[in-house]
């Protein structure tokens, strides 16, 4: 399939290349020339601008930082929905807030074009094996188009519903897991000042009510797993900074839909904290540093 | 064997009925006279205060409403380790806070006596199948001796440490659940004002990093799941305000041992206001309430 | 003066009123007819568009509810900056993010327009009685041409510095002033539920180092003052929505500038929860409502 | 007059130094001997206990650092309410929470014994230079009696009501100084942030609705105000420690008395947090480091 691939990123690069396994043949374009000469150099054909890569193609895949890159792209004068017509399904990878990925999607139905909101969780690791989760906004019948695609890419490919439903699917799970991540830290914490073996506690709270991804399968306390972040000094993994965007996204919807969210905006602080103590690089279970003794 | 069972409200007395079940001489102790009838009318023997019910038995259980009767049942004048010796074992299923379960068994200790404190979780309906868990702080020695009979009336029994750390373990567990519960009724709500389904966001959430028991297990949205409090209008389960009681617990440790728990704390204050407007008697799970639009 | 004012809501009506009694030949322009009729019958000239307002002005006020709707008349197309010239000063009197604020006075800058932000506080009682505190961020040039007019609308003009610091001024106060009130309606609630005399404890507040405006000047308990909102169902004054979204704009302001602001998270959240209880129209002292007994 | 003071610390000798100058016949007593042979040196008579010093006194004052002192000096076995009888009047200057004031209040009435709860504020300083504040909890009788050996002590001397009252003055006032100082910091920090002149920006909240002791008398910012601690790196004062104490005496006393207290439970972990980082013993303002860059 012909299909164009816009913003190479961290995550970007490693999600082209894997179509590029595929077979697919794809055109490709970013601001930053490295990325784009490293997979040209692997059979990518590099455009001069992201209608230039999109045009001709059956599909287009965007990843891109934030909200004003993600309208730069799409509804500028000369964007993706003003160069494009409706034989091209777009779909856009970035995290960003619902209500922008509902504005971009109603500008390009306007022209006839369909465009999904499909953010990914897995990190860059995910995004090299392809074992990434797909939370996809989208009508049925584009799903269905699109999703093919989408498994080469990652391992599951979740339909959440309409336009929009993507991010806000993602910003939710990631509002819960920024929670319940600290609650365990709070909870391992006050468990080791209380005196109870670390080890211990974490086997008691992953066979009970508090049992939770956070505790069982990415405990942030050094010691209690091997293979996560905090046996290598929170190293790698998924980083704060980018919890921090995502419990932005998440405040900002809920404060624009009139929800309250106490926790989240609690955690939305701790996190800006960390970040500001320096932590931002690390991975996020590294805010069980704000919780011990320094 | 000869037990003593005293304080018999609505989880000691199922629990208590399991042991005369198991084929125990009881003798039984509480201020309140109906359960003492309905269990002498099932084969215990009552005696006149808790002292005389332990008198001449292997082990004696206490099961209070909080620590102030703590206190007065074990360290009073007439209370047990004063009128008791080092022929018993006294366990105390009371959940209270970790200082004054080390205070205590380090009173019963001074005289000879082993003390373990083994708080539940379970609720009544796991006091009445015997499906309780107890977490369990004592000497290794004495957590042998005792544990074939907590097995009669629970299906877990977790040895956690020292004096003390069954009371940490129960606390820190329910201090995670309070936050995690919260935090999926903040994602859930936050998912419906912005146009998700719920059973959809749900399904995502369960397989993803934001899975946790209150979601999982125990959703606190309507319509999730059947057999949940959420199903019948949050009646049963584990009440608010027991769980209000327990955070105050925690979040009391952790000020006594200088540790910080910032979700603990605002998670406690919204109990207090769950309370406050009336939903104390209802499930824990029902704080989804200050979450909805009325 | 010739003289346009644009944007005729609850403040712009009186404060439109004080200019053409100041003897000013108005302009006036809003989307709305009645207050437009009403002020053309007291002598004010009726334009087409906002535009068609300012045109031959030598100043042009306008007073919008929010972000939206001040790009709409500044920046669109058909906007004042695009319709305008060097000759008139621009002055935006509506409370918005100081982000937008400094980047509609750029645009104007660009075209050589000198515009100032100058948002108020006092209310529309202030607006009515030309009492008005007027925040303003302008050139020190600009500050001095538009000062005389300001002050005819009310009594304090405080020049905060360039473009933008109105904006911070107000949001900074508010932030601070939504704090000190939950602050107050705590210490008041609990001093009554531990048994002291609200106005003693008032009174001892008021010349200790509690004290503040929410306290001294605005008490939010009943009986504690005459003349304030609490004194009359929390009618009139400052409206808990207004101050709701200006703990947006401070919130939203503060994570764009990477600034930990918990208290202000956490009341931004009560004030969220005060509007879903009810509470949206009445005065934001009413939020004392979340702390009594029901 | 003679009168005896027990509980020489910090706030202690200045305070029982103040009352030999005033002519007093003073007997002491404490369990560091340091203190005591400095005020023997001055004309004080050291005593070999609590109940020693107080025999033969019209008058006994107590200073101590916590509850649990309070409770062993006057209702342990050989503690001054069992040793005393009706003709001495005891005054506890300590700060402690408003329930055990009450409880000591009312097991010394059952001796005959009048008995008032005065906590102070005003600092090191202000015992020093007889300038503290002295929030009195007693019956009026009780009052008129110990107000005149009080002012020797201090400038203001404030009845707040029956027994516990004076303390829970005290919790009720730190608790909003605390919620208002943290309030200050992120305005004033949020300004920065965002650009606005700090010396502009507290001369605005000074005169607006933010204004406050905390910003117009104790301005936490360095360079704003001189003779603050913040003018000497938060050197003096009242210390991060001691705040912390009182907000949990606030939020204990909260939780027992079923009262919501969201900021205060927040500004306790802030304090908390603040405490772990190292600023302790400095200036409560200190927290303002919180909020800055590192």
């Known amino acids: 399939m012909n ?30 020339r490295a990325p784009v000469e490293a997979l040209a150099a692997e059979g990518a054909v ?21 909200s004003p890159q993600v309208r730069e792209v799409y509804l500028s004068a000369g964007g993706l929905i003003a160069a494009l017509g409706p034989e091209i399904a777009l779909v856009d990878c970035s995290t960003i807030d619902p209500l922008t990925a509902r504005e971009v999607a109603a500008a390009a ?16 690791a995910g995004a090299q094996a392809a074992t990434l989760t797909f939370m996809v906004g989208a009508t ?31 910003i939710c799970n990631n509002l819960l897991l920024a929670i319940s991540m600290i609650g365990v830290c709070e909870a391992m914490s006050l468990g080791s000042a209380l005196g109870i073996d670390a080890k211990v506690l974490s086997d008691i709270i992953n066979t009970s009510s508090g049992r939770c991804w956070s505790s069982d399968t990415y405990n942030p306390v ?8 905090a046996a290598r000094e929170y190293q790698g993994g998924f980083a704060t900074r980018l919890m921090l965007k995502d419990l932005g ?7 624009r839909a009139g929800q309250g969210v106490m926790l989240g905006a ?25 919780y011990r003794p320094r």
């Open 249 to 255: 996204l998440a405040t900002e919807a809920a404060r």
């Open 140 to 170: 049925a019948a584009l799903f269905e188009r699109i999703k093919p695609v989408l498994a080469q890419m990652g391992r599951n490919v979740i339909h959440c519903g309409e336009s929009g439903t993507g991010q806000t699917a993602k």
């Open 46 to 66: 590099a455009a001069g601008s992201a209608s230039a890569a999109a045009q001709g193609c059956e599909l287009a895949f965007t990843m891109l930082p934030s």
């Open 3 to 32: 299909i164009a691939f816009i913003g190479l990123g961290q995550m970007g690069v490693p999600m082209a290349r894997n179509l590029l396994r595929a077979g697919h043949a794809l055109r490709i374009f970013d601001v930053v």
């Open 266 to 290: 609690v955690a939305q602080q701790l996190y800006q904290l960390a970040q500001q103590q320096g932590l931002g690089d690390l991975d996020f279970s590294a805010i069980f540093n704000l």
């Open 109 to 124: 139905l306007a022209r006839g074009i369909a465009l999904a909101d499909a953010p990914v969780s897995g990190g860059t």
């Open 222 to 229: 050094p010691g209690i797993m091997p293979n996560v972040p």
